[in-house]
């Protein structure tokens, strides 16, 4: 079996992994769609030193979607054929949040929390071993390319705009058209809201227009904050959402929210600084905090993309094989795509 690791300081390797065997209540899915997620640009770009034992580490990628091979023997919910996409964490199975779908939340101490991607091989790999508890059956009409986005970045959108509560009543600005930032858009087009995104790389405000969004403003010529309420009558956005985790556009996300209205983060990665009167309180300002999503948001979000019949596949721009995962992730680093994947004949 191939898999893609990563050693740090932008390398790669395709390295030669055993075959996996399935664990009683685990099962093999070939992978036939792998995407690429801001957060694995973390890893990516790791030095050597923190990247870990290199004959140690597993196969990367957080977005699997595939078929089932083979089952284990206590494996009663899923069978061979089945099209399946991984929420790629596993915790305890018991606490409230486990059984809740969110096991990234576990919070049982003594449980070993799995990551596929990190602590088990992921997605960027021929075949995985993957716990029963952790596969989504895929709606017929989703391809495999859709299912590996909703496996993450999709269905991180997804599930903080159910929490915004973006509606057709909505003014609702997104920070980043990267590839959550453009599945913000594809949704919130969907409710009816009227979209507003701030992305300074030309290819992706382009690709955010096609999918419908009214105005894509260029923080680097124009003052988005300033942008966002004239467009608004001087009063700011209803929802926004910040997709970057960079400091000045969380700011401006606070900034270019209206009186009473939300603001949702899921852009992850360092620390940022608020004025909390100024900005938060004296605006009556609901903030939430968003962490991709549960299984069940898993298998809501695949539905309601079949059901509603959104062009999810509009978004992913690049298709590379396991063997060009390198040229993958340089091109993806650049910003000059939409969404990215690995894919297998």
């Known amino acids: ?44 770009r790791t030095p050597k030193i923190e990247a ?48 809740a779908g ?19 091989h992921g997605g960027h790999a021929d075949r995985i071993a993957v716990n029963e508890n952790a596969c989504v059956l895929m709606p017929e009409h989703l391809s495999y390319e859709e299912g590996a986005a909703c496996a993450c970045g999709t269905g991180t959108a997804y ?6 509560a973006v509606s057709g009543r909505d003014t609702f600005a997104i ?13 919130g087009v969907a409710t009816g809201a009227r979209v507003l995104v701030v992305e300074p790389v030309a290819y992706r405000r382009e690709l955010a227009k096609s999918l419908g969004c009214e105005v894509a403003i260029n923080p680097l010529e124009t003052n988005p904050v300033e ?17 970057t985790g960079i400091p000045e556009p969380r700011n401006n996300t606070i900034k270019s929210a209206r009186i009473f209205g939300r603001a949702c983060f899921v852009g992850e990665g360092g620390q940022t600084s608020f004025d909390i009167s ?34 999810l596949s509009r978004i992913i721009t690049h298709r590379f094989p396991l063997e060009r995962a390198d040229e993958a992730y340089r091109i993806f680093e650049s910003g000059q795509t939409g969404k990215v994947m690995i894919v297998w004949p």
């Open 159 to 164: 599930d903080a705009i159910r929490r915004l």
């Open 227 to 243: 942008a966002i309420k004239e467009l608004t009558h001087g009063e700011g956005a209803d929802a926004t959402f910040d997709c």
């Open 52 to 99: 870990g034992d290199p004959t140690q580490l597993k196969a990367a990628g957080h977005e699997p979607c595939g078929q089932i091979k083979e089952i284990g023997s206590e494996v009663h919910y899923l069978k061979v054929g089945d099209r399946v996409i991984v929420h790629h964490y596993l915790g305890c199975g018991y606490c409230k949040w486990c059984l």
């Open 175 to 187: 920070y980043g058209q990267g590839p959550v930032g453009l599945s913000a858009t594809l949704f």
């Open 278 to 311: 100024r900005d938060i309180i004296h605006k009556q300002l609901t903030i939430y905090g968003s962490w991709t999503m549960s299984t069940i948001d898993l298998a809501e979000v695949s539905n309601y993309v079949v059901d509603h019949k959104l062009p």
């Open 102 to 120: 969110y096991s990234q939340l576990c919070i049982d101490p003594n449980a070993k929390k799995l990551y596929y991607g990190r602590t088990n």
């Open 1 to 44: 079996m191939r898999g893609i690791i990563f050693l740090g300081e932008k390398q790669l390797e395709l390295r030669e992994f055993p075959e996996p065997i399935p664990s009683s209540s685990e099962v093999i899915v070939e992978m036939h769609a792998s995407g690429l997620c801001g957060s694995d640009l973390r890893p990516y």
